[in-house]
């Protein structure tokens, strides 16, 4: 039996960046088309509806608004447990996820200072693109100052190599 | 563990309410607690027109002192209303629960709405500059500036993040208590819990609490606007400012403006021969337009466009893919619960000849929105399709519904059902 809330549903920091706000458990990312037929969690709806068109049309029960409201919350169960429970963003990691968007912020910020402003030349990880352009808000932009992500940039952070602030793992084509 | 300093807005509020208070100084209006609000708010939304230029800063402020003077010959005083208290503590859960946050961006778009709130911090000068620069890359160029003057402001011109993410988060308090002490004011107790039920069991709206993206906040606004000039209608003086309030915070986004012009078609058609609401509605969406179309002008000038909001052809082939992502988002339980059905039954319900006129015109608010938002997507550029069908759109266009339909919901199901549960005669 499935369990009731994706166990995988964005438990790391990068799917967290790009995806956790599109969803509770992410983006489905699938493209028109090519996406798979609708989920199991979509019968309970249609059960529901029905049950309330059944009750709309029949006003027999006496309290209309206890049946609202335990369906909304029975409904809303699966998702607050992955808020709470599940997501890289739950009470008890939030404080490590976000420590290492701060850790790549600061990083980032300390090097465009040092260098009187720095610019993006490699944007290969996307998650922590928006981090980086965050830091360089209020940063002149300074052409030899080049910054370099590549993925692993949130668990690796960052590194100043040859004037170059390199995030991450370059890829095997492009390491010196 | 480390929190929002969500408190470093008040000063922010302050100064709003003072500028606020001059400006509806002529409103006859009480200080209750939506009336402080809407001073503080609409002192604040002001200085973002003045941001946005000086001319148009000066006419809606004269606008807005002409008109609720006017309005305040034409309704009663306003008698004294009793302490909110469930808008109150939701708005104190609310607060609580988007301060209970590390104050660092954890979202892609809040990193983005975030850069444009540091700008803002070093003044509005700087701020335009780079709104209007054509090869800007870190402020997109042509999206409004609105919010970040906005959260600039509740940070206190502090760049540094927590003060960043506090004053974002600010934003999204102050929106919701907006639209709690709005809803308040004219919903029965039995549909203002419910109201706000609905939205408590929406799992991604805990999500956008904890956030300082803007697609609840636009859904709030959109409520807000509607709650307002429903006062005005029932000749309650906070409705024309708050409607203007609630109005000019909808420039926040660009699509604000297609859904303060749905509102707007909805109360013209269910109440226009209302004076005072259909006052309210027109006043405020043309207060919008003209700070959306200053805003455009600007741009223009500058040879600076918004190619993610712009109108390119008709997809009409896309409109299958759309129709099955939309389905598909709609029954994600995990992020909606199973508030969709439930919202759409209510649309459905609210046509029935024995329905509140609020109902109807909070259903076809709702459906105008819906489509207003559905046109802008099948007009729009094709990479604001493409980030719908990848799945990274529809749920936060959703947001903007929500609240709506969350006024809607016990409007046409509890209709012509006593508050105590008893079968009408």
Known sequence: MDPLVDPR??????????????????????????????PASSLFVVVFVVALAVRLRRPLMARPGALLAGALVVGALPGLIAVVAVRADRPFAVGATADRVVHVHDEVTAFARAHGGAFLRTEAELAVVPIARLALARMPENRDAPIDL???????????????LTCGTPPASSAP | MSVVPVWRALAALGIGAVLGGAVLSRAGLRWGAA?????????????????????????????????TARERGAMPETAATPIPRLAFAATAAVGVVAALRPPVPLFWDESVWLSKARVACDGPVELMARALDPHSVLVPRGYSVVAAVLEASFAIGDPDLPSLVAGGA????????????????????????ATLLVLAATP??????????????????????????????????IGLPAAMTAALLLGIKDEGLACALAVLAAVLLTSARRGAGRRAALASCAALALSTITYRLELWAAGSQNDDHSFVDLAASEIPGLAREALRHAVDVDTWGIVPPIALAAAVLAFRPATREAARTAALALLFVFAGLALALLVGPPQVRAFALEGTLLNRLGL???????????????DGIAPTGALPP
């Open chain 1, 9 to 38: 549903c964005l438990v790391t920091a990068e799917a967290l960046l790009v995806d956790g706000a599109n969803g509770v458990c992410g983006a489905p990312r699938h493209h028109a088309g090519e996406a798979p037929p609708l």
């Open chain 1, 150 to 164: 590549f993925e692993g940039s949130l668990d690796e952070g960052c590194e100043e190599i040859d004037g170059a």
């Open chain 2, 35 to 67: 009336e402080t609000l809407v001073r503080a708010l609409l002192g604040l939304a002001l200085a973002a027109a003045f941001t946005v230029h000086v001319a148009l800063g000066l006419a809606l402020t004269l606008a807005v002192v002409w008109l």
């Open chain 2, 170 to 193: 600010a934003l999204v308090i102050a929106c919701f208590a907006l639209f709690a002490l709005l809803l308040a004011r004219g919903a029965s107790s039995r549909d203002e819990r």
């Open chain 2, 204 to 237: 991604l709206a805990w999500v956008h609490v904890q956030s300082v993206q803007l697609d609840l906040p636009i859904g709030l606004l959109t409520a807000s606007l509607v709650l307002a000039i429903e006062r005005a209608e029932r000749l309650d003086r």
């Open chain 2, 400 to 414: 903007e519904l929500l609240p709506l339909a969350a006024v809607l919901v016990p409007r046409a199901c509890f």
